[in-house]
């Protein structure tokens, strides 16, 4: 397919309205493509419509944009102008929101809870210029249906992206509501209540129609543009919201994964890793604006070093970049952004052979997609520890991916599984096999009482009130829990469940409590809650399990951004895996290392996690990795001359990298 080779990507923003004649007025075919090729960029996406929901060809289903009417064939020649240049086009089609469809047809709308029986106004979602329309409407599915069958017949196409399969809000249109009481006997709930197993069904139905919905568009577009490839934007599942209901059931309906997000080094990081790990087909799609900090500010450039971080990020994962620019309304492009993304770009060009292989990961931070949510109003999620445990790793040099339902976790030695909830029951047989089998699984918090029970035979009993609590460690454990001890035990900010039955001798650390709780008036230190309380209570807890270790904490202490309590966290990981790390490093905190196993070769990748306008240079970084074969040569990519001295003990490869740039990329045959 188009996609299998195609790094390069660029999306132009047009979400254009047309109460005004000069909007899009100045629009050129001839110098999109011109700048397409300044950019050298290898896939466009192309918008046929837009939010606005006016269609940039010829529509007798809904409305085309003013600016083309009487030059119908823009997109068109477009569209065959970039591929007679060898790039590859996407069509744009944005879903729910869609506004001409929202203003016409009001009987399609999304219905807020309280505007039951009132018609609602637009806004449902960042403010009220977008119009929402449900998916669960029949006669909105017509009319996409229509439209689809009308690009079809309009251009041919390489691919088709769908943007905003998610749920900006809960929808109570009459749809909506005979479909929950026809499937589950219910009405459906309007209180936000995740502790409520009526709420928690409402948001598996949530995400299964959704899945639904785009595997009805990813079916009906592949049977009437027969070879496409089909896209829908899936960056609500790489986001914390567990309302969007964007999960493995939308993600099921795309032949490659992609979406567009913003948010930092770390966050590159972690939408690369998740994007690989789930896709079907590779390279995953890596979409991120030019724009800096986002679209909103639309005459913004990233600095060329902030952008070249990025790009870099996306390819130490060996995944493809989908550069985003915004049209001006006028329909005009900036000459000079493309000049940079054409430099930019061609840094990357000679690395593109490499990206080949499989990823090495260590350690799988286990992502629930179901449970996207705080049960105790902590801001201790799922989400939070996969985010911040991936930081600590790639601070550490520990190489790490993203796990969960959707993948393979024997992929990994170790698996972290930060605060599950009863939602990710259905996988618990998985993760108690993999341990069997010779896994290491950490877990934390008591919201999965399944776990609980199956590894360690126990019970929760109930929270604490104290709001802070310590952990104290045995003596075993000392050495892990470095300067906190009994006397001095780790903070940590939260309520600590009470969890009974775990064997003693399976007890690492136990629960301190504060001398009272923040509830009572009287206290023993006034500024603070130092401990004074020692419990039996189980915090952190080991066993051997089959031919694996399960280890459990109480606490989510791998969230915290405490470093003490996060190196605690790496040091209990270690003892119970007893890892043998596949890389061992100096490399700085802000720089992450990734390594690939080719069926000839060993790639290593490191990146600078630069957020400054001027990346620094980094002088040596020692790497030792563990390699299957005897090592003949390690070299510098991309194809130099520059061969780098090695050391080999039998088992690892060592060597320097020096002056890294932002990225170097070696080659260890
Ligand atoms: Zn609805």
Not at 118 to 137: D, Q
Not at 432 to 453: H, P
Not at 454 to 482: H, I, M, N, W
Request: a negative charge; proline letters at 4%; aromatic letters at 12%.
């Amino acid at each position: 397919m188009w996609y299998e080779k195609s790094y390069r990507r660029h999306l132009l923003d047009m979400h254009i309205d047309d109460w005004d004649p000069a909007f899009l007025s100045e629009f050129s075919g001839e110098e999109y493509v011109k700048n397409l090729k300044i950019a050298k960029i290898q896939s466009a996406m192309i918008y046929l419509q837009s939010h606005v929901g006016l269609c940039n060809y010829p529509t007798k289903t809904g409305k085309m944009h003013n600016a083309f009417i009487g030059r119908e064939d823009t997109f068109k020649e477009l569209i065959s102008s970039c591929r007679a240049e060898g790039i590859s086009v996407t069509g744009y089609y944005s879903l729910i929101y869609n506004n001409w469809a929202y203003d016409n047809h009001p009987e399609w709308r999304i219905v807020k809870a309280e505007d039951v029986g009132k018609a609602p106004e637009r806004g449902a979602f960042r403010g009220s210029r977008y119009g929402l329309v449900c998916p669960n409407n029949p006669d909105y599915l017509k009319f996409t249906e229509g439209q689809i069958r009308e690009m079809a017949e309009y251009a041919e196409l390489d691919g088709m992206f769908y943007d905003m399969l998610f749920w900006p809000h809960m929808c109570y249109c009459s749809h909506c509501c005979a479909r929950y009481l026809k499937e589950t006997g219910e009405e459906l709930p309007t209180v936000e209540d995740w502790s409520d197993e009526k709420w928690l069904l409402h948001m598996r139905k949530r995400r299964e129609w959704m899945g639904e919905f785009a595997n009805w568009v990813t079916d009906l577009t592949k049977a009437l543009m027969p070879g496409v490839s089909v896209e829908h934007n899936v960056a609500f599942s790489a986001l914390p919201d567990g309302k969007s209901a964007n999960a493995e059931e939308v993600i099921s309906a795309c032949d490659y994964v992609g979406g567009d997000l913003d948010r930092g080094v770390y966050g590159y990081s972690f939408t690369c890793k998740f994007y690989r790990s789930i896709s079907k087909n590779q390279p995953f799609e890596h979409m991120f604006t030019r724009c800096a900090p986002g679209l909103s500010a639309h005459t913004q450039i990233k600095s060329p070093d902030i952008m070249k971080s990025a790009f870099f990020l996306t390819a130490a994962h060996h995944g493809a970049t989908l550069l985003i620019d915004a049209i001006d309304p006028v329909g005009t492009m900036d000459e000079r952004v493309y000049r940079q993304l054409g430099e930019v770009f061609s840094e990357l060009i000679p690395y593109e052979p490499y990206y080949k292989g499989e990823p090495i990961e260590d350690v799988g931070l286990y992502y629930s997609l179901k449970s996207k949510f705080d049960p105790h109003s902590e801001g201790y999620t799922n989400y939070l520890g996969v985010v911040k445990t991936l930081e600590t790793l790639i601070e550490k040099n520990i190489l790490c991916g993203i796990t969960g339902g959707f993948a393979d976790l024997y992929r990994h030695k170790a698996i972290v599984a930060p605060c599950l909830t009863s939602e990710d029951d259905y996988d618990t047989e998985r993760l108690v096999k993999y341990v069997r089998d010779g896994g290491t699984l950490y877990f934390s918090g008591a919201d999965n009482k399944k776990m609980l029970k199956e590894f360690f035979g126990a019970l929760v009993e109930g929270r604490t009130k104290e709001t802070v609590v310590y952990v104290s460690p045995k003596t075993v454990v000392q050495d892990e829990f470095e300067y906190f001890n009994e006397k001095y035990p780790m903070n940590f900010r939260g309520t600590a469940p009470i969890v009974r039955g775990i064997d003693e001798v399976d007890v690492l650390a136990t629960l301190t409590l504060p001398y009272t709780a923040r509830s009572e008036e009287r206290f023993a230190s006034i500024h603070s809650d130092p401990p004074g309380i020692k419990t039996d209570i189980p915090a952190v807890a080991i066993k051997k399990f089959g031919k694996g270790t399960v280890i459990w904490s109480a606490l989510s202490i791998e969230s915290t951004d405490l470093y003490d309590c996060r190196n605690v966290f790496v040091n209990l990981l270690k003892y119970a895996s007893r890892l043998d790390s596949t890389l061992v490093s100096d490399a700085a905190e802000d720089i992450e290392i990734t390594a690939f196993k080719t069926e000839s070769s060993l790639l290593v990748n490191a990146v600078l996690m630069n957020r400054r306008e001027t990346a620094r240079r980094v002088e040596d970084i020692n790497v030792s990795i563990k390699t299957d074969f005897v090592p003949t040569s390690v070299k510098i990519l991309p194809e130099s001359e520059e061969k780098v001295p090695f050391s080999y003990d039998g088992k690892r490869v060592s060597f320097s990298i020096k002056g890294l740039k932002i990225f170097k990329m070696i080659e260890i045959k």
